[in-house]
């Protein structure tokens, strides 16, 4: 039987993370990003997904470049 190895790694990733999806692709759908307290405002408005995770590092206090 002919089986997809991305499919196959995906539900042992998932096994092992004890996480599930509800699909294994993606959409092109915008996702809303909330934030409440100090920074909140650096997540107002549409953004790319790409710019999320240096402003959450930023407002942990971590620095991403030396990562």
């Excluded at 990733?13 to 699909?23: K, L, N, R």
């Excluded at 240096?54 to 971590?62: E, F, Q």
Aim: aromatic share 8%; with cysteine.
């Amino acid at each position: 039987p002919k089986f997809d190895m991305g499919v196959v790694l995906t539900q042992v990733f998932d096994c092992h993370a004890q996480c599930a999806w509800t699909t294994t692709g993606h959409s092109a759908a915008n996702v809303p990003v909330y934030a409440v307290g100090v920074g909140a405002e650096q997540f107002a408005g549409w953004q790319d997904n790409i710019e999320i995770e240096p402003k959450i590092l930023k407002a942990m206090g971590i620095d991403d470049k030396k990562q």
